[in-house]
């Protein structure tokens, strides 16, 4: 009966999508490419309502994601390339295929040898173990997936000493460069050893940068506080002064 339900209610979806696809002069004139962007943007809201544990928040924006799916799947079939019921279809091949400990003979006793099995038969269906990694990913992200793909088959540092080694080396190299071109290919050389430096302490790169952006965000919220208590802009408060207050924000704020 559930199901039905479910099914039911994803029918509606799908029929509302088509209808404002043909009577919505907005939807009308979307295309994949037009509202690409959308998609990103919903699912770092998705995120935010999980970090956030807010169920409430969490039902709107998971909505807002599968709208996504439909909608982008919807134009797809407008086009008369697909719709979304191969969509569902592609994605339940690829479940059953991808755990055959639960739908075939294989067995995987505990979630490390299910992760194994996985990354076994993803590398079997491409053509390079780096295959697959988002372009658009967040920078910090892509960086990390690319090296633990590559640590996966033995392309690793021996211990952790030598990151550190490279992360310096790295420093100096940047502070050597001369044109504008060697800064930006040493500073990115930096951020893919702290990435590894990171992968090697188990720190999750992406996240510590949000954390001390969010530091950074109160600290600097505490200095616009004292600037109005004094009744000043921030642009009459001087360097010193801001500076002070900066530090005095981090036994405060954090």
Same mark, same amino acid.
């Given at each position: 009966?559930?199901?039905? +339900?479910? !099914?039911?209610?994803?029918?509606?979806?799908?029929? &509302?999508?088509?209808?404002?696809?043909? +009577?919505? *002069?907005?939807? #009308?004139?979307?295309?994949?490419?037009?509202?690409?962007?959308?998609?990103?943007? +919903? $699912?770092?809201?998705?995120?935010?309502? &999980? +970090?956030? @544990?807010?169920?409430? #928040?969490?039902?709107?924006?998971?909505?807002?994601?599968?709208?996504?799916?439909?909608?982008?799947?919807?134009?797809?079939?407008?086009? !008369?390339?697909?719709?979304?019921?191969?969509?569902?279809?592609?994605?339940? #091949?690829?479940?059953?295929?991808?755990? *055959?400990?639960?739908? !075939?003979?294989?067995? /995987?006793?505990? $979630?490390?040898?299910?992760?194994?099995?996985?990354?076994? &038969?993803?590398?079997?269906?491409?053509?390079?173990?780096?295959?697959?990694? *988002?372009?658009?990913?967040? $920078?910090?992200?892509?960086?990390?997936?690319?090296?633990?793909?590559? /640590?996966?088959? !033995?392309?690793?540092?021996?211990?952790? @000493?030598?990151?550190?080694?490279?992360?310096?080396?790295?420093?100096?190299?940047? %502070? =050597?460069? %001369?044109?504008?071109?060697?800064?930006?290919?040493?500073?990115?050389?930096?951020?893919?050893?702290?990435? @590894?430096?990171?992968?090697?302490?188990?720190?999750?790169?992406?996240? $510590?940068?949000?954390?001390?952006?969010?530091?950074?965000?109160?600290?600097?919220?505490?200095?616009?506080?004292?600037?109005?208590?004094?009744?000043? %802009?921030?642009?009459?408060?001087?360097?010193? =002064?801001?500076?002070?207050?900066?530090?005095?924000? %981090?036994?405060?704020?954090?």
């Amino acid at each position: 009966m559930e199901c039905r +339900e479910e !099914g039911k209610r994803f029918q509606e979806l799908v029929e &509302i999508v088509q209808r404002l696809r043909k +009577e919505c *002069p907005w939807d #009308k004139e979307q295309t994949n490419q037009s509202i690409k962007n959308n998609l990103i943007e +919903e $699912a770092y809201e998705l995120l935010e309502a &999980i +970090e956030e @544990n807010d169920d409430e #928040k969490m039902i709107e924006e998971l909505g807002d994601v599968l709208l996504q799916v439909v909608f982008h799947s919807q134009i797809k079939k407008d086009e !008369g390339k697909f719709d979304v019921v191969v969509v569902i279809d592609r994605l339940i #091949k690829k479940l059953i295929k991808r755990h *055959p400990h639960v739908f !075939g003979e294989s067995e /995987a006793k505990n $979630a490390e040898e299910v992760l194994k099995q996985w990354h076994q &038969i993803k590398q079997e269906e491409k053509s390079s173990i780096l295959e697959g990694i *988002p372009k658009r990913m967040p $920078a910090l992200l892509r960086s990390y997936k690319v090296q633990d793909r590559m /640590a996966k088959v !033995g392309f690793e540092w021996e211990n952790i @000493n030598d990151v550190w080694e490279k992360v310096f080396e790295e420093i100096q190299e940047l %502070k =050597e460069a %001369k044109t504008y071109e060697e800064k930006v290919h040493e500073f990115g050389d930096i951020l893919t050893a702290l990435v @590894n430096l990171a992968r090697f302490l188990k720190i999750d790169s992406e996240e $510590a940068l949000h954390l001390a952006t969010d530091r950074s965000i109160k600290r600097f919220n505490y200095i616009e506080q004292k600037a109005k208590q004094q009744g000043k %802009k921030l642009e009459e408060m001087s360097l010193e =002064e801001m500076d002070k207050y900066w530090n005095e924000s %981090k036994g405060v704020v954090g």
